[in-house]
């Protein structure tokens, strides 16, 4: 059986770079869309493959200088969920380089995740927390 949940986040931050304005900082602000695909799919051991897709589109502006910053990028990670589990959670970590005209910054976050199977109705119930997000000077 497959199962495939598809959802989407729009992203709306706003974080001091403090690579940005010539090494003096300003402030950020980032947005944009990441859309997300789990798929799982159950092997005839009972247990479960997952795959996470994430597409991300971010674009950035300088408050102070207006330098507009993107990042188009695409996350691809694979997981075994046991035979028998009924519940797991994880936290997958993306790094992406988001690219400026004139200085680039790495973007990080951890997506933390939660799910329950329910064997006896086959749903699955998911819950999807971004955090710890902070940007680097690249």
């Not at 931050?13 to 980032?30: C, H, M, Q, W, Y």
């Not at 859309?35 to 005839?44: L, P």
């Not at 009972?46 to 674009?59: E, M, N």
């Not at 955090?131 to 000077?137: E, S, V």
């Amino acid at each position: 059986m497959e199962v495939n949940l598809w959802g989407r986040y729009l992203l709306e931050s706003r974080t001091l770079f403090p690579a940005a304005n010539n090494g003096k900082g300003e402030v950020i602000d980032l947005y944009g869309p990441e859309v997300i695909r789990w798929t799982y799919v159950t092997q005839s051991d009972g247990s479960v493959i997952g795959h996470v897709y994430a597409r991300v589109d971010f674009k950035a502006v300088g408050e102070t200088t207006g330098l507009t910053y993107q990042s188009k990028a695409i996350v691809v990670r694979t997981f075994k969920v046991p035979a028998g589990t009924l519940t797991q959670s994880g936290v997958l970590v993306d790094n992406i380089i988001v690219a400026g005209n004139r200085t680039s910054f790495h973007y990080h976050e951890n997506v933390t995740y939660s799910y329950t199977w329910d064997p006896a109705t086959g749903q699955i119930i998911l819950a999807v927390y971004h955090g710890n997000i902070f940007l680097a000077c690249k």
